[in-house]
């Protein structure tokens, strides 16, 4: 009777043993198809998103977000796949998803490109939610925060914007120059001196060194800095740097152009102007994170 015990208690061990493997497999089946579906959906706002990148002069650094973004995942990686090898889903995890797919397919069947875009890291979120609940969601909300940034504003926004800047580039650059003992004179984003009359263009107005320039303060936020308030300097630190750079390509463009001619706003000296105030920029901007340890 005793070894007949056994040999049920034996046989009951065995059959847990091997359902246990098969209850794994389900989970992880599970996990693929609900990553899967996540990524099918977050497909045609990506595209949109990359068309939008390809058309705008501000957003061209925009393909480099995904890819740091999977930088940061990777360096997780070990963390991840320890979770994701025995994963908990939480009870409402279904409907999170569910709520994040739908409100992504409405934003993509509506044509609202921006909500479209931001619901890409929500629809990431909310999948990394159901998959193995707050403990992996913690894990990605930094990479998926970061995915934010590759989002282009909605175009009335980033026209305001723009336009708002470049009055306020001309205002500071007509000031300098005063400083100088230049005899000129402003009319909305127009720069008049003697026998020429320039215009701040969209590239001076100090939006793409922005859009530019807060990610890589992210980065350098995240790589170089530990106390939350250092980090959010060195992003304060992003507006005010871009503007006396592109201040500086300004009033630098006007004195050219006053001493040697118009062929000096523009052409490669000028695109140059740019590409040096951005470079700067980025140098100021490490200078001050490393100021800021």
């Known amino acids: 009777m005793h070894d007949f015990a056994e040999r049920e208690a ?20 599970l996990v693929t198809l609900i990553g899967l579906a996540a990524l099918g959906l977050c497909v045609p706002a990506s ?11 501000f957003f061209g650094h925009a393909f480099a977000i995904p890819a740091f973004s999977v930088m940061l995942c990777w360096g997780r990686r070990h963390a991840i796949l320890r979770l ?7 009870a409402g ?30 629809l990431l979120a909310a999948t990394a939610y159901a998959i193995a609940g707050r403990a992996l969601l913690r894990l990605l909300a930094l990479p998926l925060a970061f995915l934010l940034l590759m989002v282009p504003p909605p175009g009335g926004i980033s026209y305001g914007l723009l336009v708002s800047l470049k009055i306020l580039i001309t205002t500071m650059a007509v000031e300098v120059l005063r400083g100088l003992g230049v005899s000129v004179l402003s009319e909305g984003n127009r720069i008049l001196i003697p026998g020429h009359t320039l215009f701040v263009a969209d590239a001076c107005s100090g939006l793409t060194s922005i859009v530019t320039m807060f990610p890589i303060a992210c980065i350098l936020a995240y790589s170089l800095l ?26 630098a463009t006007v004195l050219l152009v006053s001493r040697f001619g118009e062929s000096f706003a523009q052409g490669l000296l000028h695109d140059g102007f740019g590409l040096s105030s951005s470079i700067a920029g ?8 490393k100021a800021l340890k």
């Open 93 to 122: 995890g279904a409907v999170c998803v569910l709520l994040a797919g739908s409100f992504e397919m409405l934003a993509i069947i509506a044509d609202m490109r921006f909500l479209a875009g931001v619901g890409i890291p929500i």
């Open 10 to 29: 034996g046989a009951g061990a065995l059959s847990a043993g091997r359902g246990a493997p098969s209850g794994e497999a389900g989970r992880r089946i």
């Open 84 to 90: 994701l090898q025995a994963p908990q889903p939480p």
């Open 226 to 251: 530990t106390r939350l308030l250092s980090r959010l300097l060195l992003l304060a630190w992003v507006i005010p740097v871009a503007m006396f750079f592109n201040t500086a390509r300004v009033v």
């Open 282 to 289: 980025t140098i100021s901007l490490i200078m001050i994170a």
């Open 47 to 57: 595209i949109g998103m990359v068309s939008a990148w390809r058309r705008s002069q």
